[in-house]
């Protein structure tokens, strides 16, 4: 049974996408197989990171939710050379980029319980060892129930007051659902924080490991979404946290 993760924030803007994305080479550079399931389905955006732009034909998660895709049709096989030559691969299943996909979805809705199938689903078919989802930010049906059957929450947040006390509620939630595992990502760190005070701060507040703290980087404002930090950056402070998580996460299916 693939080992499933899933990445939430209460805001849009935490950089939740990116660090999915990256997230995911991270743990197939260890030569592990992975998918990611981008169910922000309103502003999809981790295909972007990959490069990858659905065409003509080519099936998205909408067509699954909504139609007769099979879930395997939807995934696309995105692995960068690096992670090739690793004996990992990423697949994705991304969400619709058409404007009219996506009015249709918000408008008509999804049942939800054939989201959760499909992730059961493509990762008995292809073998995977993680399945990375991929939520809406804030709190809505379908969070909470990827969310409850998720083997760790990632939670991102920025070092801000509004996501403090949305990160305090969002985990809240997900205790209740009896999320085995929590790890908080503290992103887009200004160079002026005490990263040890922001330690301390978010230990004292929630009470749940922190998995990484990420700092804000002029570099990864250049990329500007344009490829996968980890792999242009991989001595960086930022790539060093993410894959510093990675081996956490990895660490939880050996125990």
């Known amino acids: 049974m693939a080992q499933i993760l899933a990445v939430h924030s209460f805001r849009g803007g935490t950089g939740k996408s990116n660090i999915t994305a990256n997230l995911a080479v991270a743990l197939a550079l260890k030569g592990k197989k992975v ?11 981790v295909h972007v990171l990959f490069g990858f732009t659905p065409q003509d034909g080519q099936a998205t998660l909408n067509d699954h939710l909504q139609g007769d895709a099979p879930i395997r049709t939807c995934a696309h096989d995105v ?21 009219d996909r996506i009015a249709r979805l918000l408008r008509e809705g999804y049942k939800v319980e054939r989201l959760n199938d499909a992730l059961f689903a493509l990762s008995d078919d292809l073998d995977l060892d993680v399945v990375i989802v991929d939520t809406h930010p804030g709190i809505n049906e379908e969070t909470l129930l990827s969310t409850a059957i998720a083997d760790c929450l990632v939670m991102v947040m920025r070092p801000d007051a509004q996501d403090y006390l949305g990160t305090a509620v ?18 887009k760190l200004p160079g002026h924080f005490d990263l040890e005070q922001v330690r301390e701060r978010v230990a004292s507040s929630y009470g749940v490991p922190i998995g990484a703290l990420l700092p804000l980087s002029e570099d990864l404002l250049n990329l500007a979404s344009g490829g996968l930090a980890v792999l242009h950056y991989p001595s960086h402070a930022w790539s060093a946290g993410v894959k510093d998580l990675a081996d956490q996460l990895s660490a939880m299916t050996e125990t």
């Open 79 to 99: 692995s960068p050379e690096p992670v090739r030559k690793a004996k990992g691969r990423i697949w994705l299943v991304p969400a619709s980029m058409e404007s």
């Open 170 to 187: 969002a985990i809240e939630v997900a205790e209740r659902l009896d999320v085995p595992a929590i790890r908080i990502a503290v992103n």
């Open 35 to 45: 998918a990611i399931f981008d169910t922000d389905l309103a502003s999809p955006g």
